[in-house]
């Protein structure tokens, strides 16, 4: 067991390590991509710059021909993946910054003390890039570089005696500004990443209460369906046995239907909790034929629907496979045509339309229902949530269409609507077919439809 505990621990930290890994080198990418507006900087100025200070035109052209040569290299290195070592993760931005400061060091003594600046930059960048202790090497190394130009223009221009605090004075406070950087931006990052620390470790406490409650929603769902079954199964034999008076009957049956809409909610719950709680849908998709699943649940609608005077059609086409599990298609299509039928009056129409949009599968349920508010369209999908007009209408958890959403969200859909009081609703679902790889969810509320159409039969 303790064998088993430590593997479990080195692949763990393996996985880590392998994640900085590539954050680093994300990083570093960043850098040699940063590298090229330097590079332009120091050919404008070697063009600008007077041919009578500091090193000739023909050398620093030189200069940025070696400096784009090397972030090539870089570049390419960083290409191939050989930058996968936690030491060339730390050596490769040292000597790239350390190269770009006394360039610029050089730049800043021949031709402006304005462009003190960049190097104040770069030592920025290192102490975002590396560890503080290496910043901290930077920035002594661009110290002593510093010192070193600053004897070499002495010794060329021989100050005058008066000038000679000052210019120890100027080369004191830019010195100090190299520590000074490395010092602030090491403590504003270490405040950062205690920040995201803190954060990291709430979200990882909120996702463990989610899933503490989506069990505890499956597990009391779960328990109270048993005796919920058991009684259902009493009433449906008194029924049967017979005997009872109409009033008694009609009391059965309301209690009948009762049972049955709580056994339906129990159902719902356990159903969002498991999505919740497991991704083991995602394991076992398969290609699913989507036209097969639209034209068998609408066809299961058609009664329901001729029942309360509703006409349900469709219209469809080969929509090919789509990657799913067994029944999370025909769920989707379920719940939104429940609600359709549920919320569309006597007399108003419900239209299927499935298509093929591009490389995914396009599925609409339009209905001339109540409509839902403007003012509560962005809460449709929570969970519970029903609109103050569906709630007078019939009773409900509030739970369909976040599975829907839930179900959309795991199979790398998109989902919006269209909706207006008194008009009526159109929800549209948009899946990848089986050969996409998996995206977002994405909910959009649009402006109302000015009147619903009729489509035809199916095809």
């Given at each position: 067991?303790?064998?088993?505990?430590?593997?479990?621990?080195?692949?763990?930290?393996?996985?880590?390590?392998?994640t900085s890994i590539s954050a680093q080198i994300a990083r570093l990418r960043w850098l040699a991509h940063l590298r090229w507006f330097e590079i332009a900087a120091i050919a404008v100025l070697s063009i600008l710059q007077n041919y009578t200070h500091g090193l000739a035109f023909l050398d620093k052209l030189v200069l940025v021909a070696f400096l784009c040569l090397f972030n090539l290299v870089l570049i390419r290195s960083l290409k191939r993946g050989r930058a996968d070592r936690a030491d060339r993760l730390i050596f490769i931005p040292a000597v790239v910054l350390g190269l770009d400061i006394v360039v610029w060091l050089g730049l800043m003594l021949t031709?402006?003390?304005?462009?003190?600046?960049?190097?104040?930059?770069?030592?920025?960048?290192?102490?975002?890039?590396?560890?503080?202790?290496?910043?901290?090497?930077?920035?002594?190394?661009?110290?002593?570089?510093?010192?070193?130009?600053?004897?070499?223009?002495?010794?060329?221009d021989m100050?005058?005696?008066?000038d000679v605090p000052v210019i120890v004075l100027g080369s004191l406070a830019v010195m100090g500004c190299f520590v000074a950087i490395v010092y602030f931006t090491n403590a504003i990052l270490s405040r950062l990443r205690r920040i995201n620390t803190r954060l990291l470790e709430a979200n990882r406490q909120l996702s463990g209460l989610d899933l503490a409650k989506s069990r505890f929603l499956r597990m009391s769902s779960h328990q109270l369906r048993g005796p919920l079954a058991a009684i259902h199964a009493l009433v449906s034999a008194v029924q049967e046995v017979g005997g009872l008076s109409h009033k008694q009957y009609d009391l059965m049956l309301k209690i009948h239907h009762r049972l049955d809409e709580m056994m339906v909610q129990l159902?719902?719950?356990?159903?969002?909790?498991?999505?919740?709680?497991?991704?083991?849908?995602?394991?076992?998709?398969?290609?699913?034929?989507?036209?097969?699943?639209?034209?068998?649940?609408?066809?299961?609608?058609?009664?329901?629907?001729?029942?309360?005077?509703?006409?349900?059609?469709?219209?469809?086409e080969a929509l090919g496979p789509i990657q799913a599990w067994d029944d999370a298609l025909e769920t989707i299509i379920e719940n939104l045509l429940s609600n359709a039928v549920k919320y569309t009056p006597p007399g108003g129409s419900i239209s299927v339309r499935g298509s093929k949009a591009g490389p995914a599968v396009e599925i609409e349920v339009a209905d001339t229902g109540i409509g839902i508010p403007p003012q509560q369209q962005g809460q449709v999908f929570r969970?519970?949530?029903?609109?103050?007009?569906?709630?007078?209408?019939?009773?409900?958890?509030?739970?369909?269409?976040?599975?829907?959403?839930?179900?959309?969200?795991?199979?790398?859909?998109?989902?919006?609507?269209?909706?207006?009081?008194?008009?009526?609703?159109?929800?549209?679902?948009?899946?990848?077919?089986?050969?996409?790889?998996?995206?977002?969810?994405?909910?959009?509320?649009?402006?109302?439809p000015q009147a619903a159409k009729e489509l035809p039969t199916t095809k």
């Open positions: 067991m303790k064998q088993a505990k430590t593997t479990t621990s080195a692949a763990g930290d393996a996985r880590i390590s392998q031709t402006s003390p304005y462009l003190v600046a960049v190097p104040v930059f770069l030592l920025a960048v290192a102490a975002s890039l590396l560890p503080w202790r290496v910043a901290y090497v930077l920035a002594g190394f661009s110290c002593l570089v510093f010192l070193l130009f600053r004897a070499l223009n002495y010794l060329r100050p005058q005696a008066h159902d719902e719950m356990m159903r969002l909790s498991s999505l919740h709680e497991s991704r083991y849908e995602t394991e076992r998709r398969r290609g699913v034929d989507a036209t097969r699943a639209l034209n068998e649940t609408v066809k299961g609608f058609q009664e329901e629907a001729s029942q309360k005077g509703l006409k349900l059609t469709l219209q469809t969970e519970f949530f029903r609109a103050t007009n569906a709630q007078q209408i019939s009773g409900g958890t509030g739970l369909g269409l976040s599975i829907t959403k839930a179900i959309v969200d795991r199979l790398g859909g998109q989902i919006r609507f269209v909706s207006a009081v008194g008009i009526g609703t159109t929800v549209t679902v948009i899946l990848p077919s089986a050969s996409l790889a998996a995206g977002p969810t994405e909910v959009v509320a649009s402006d109302p």
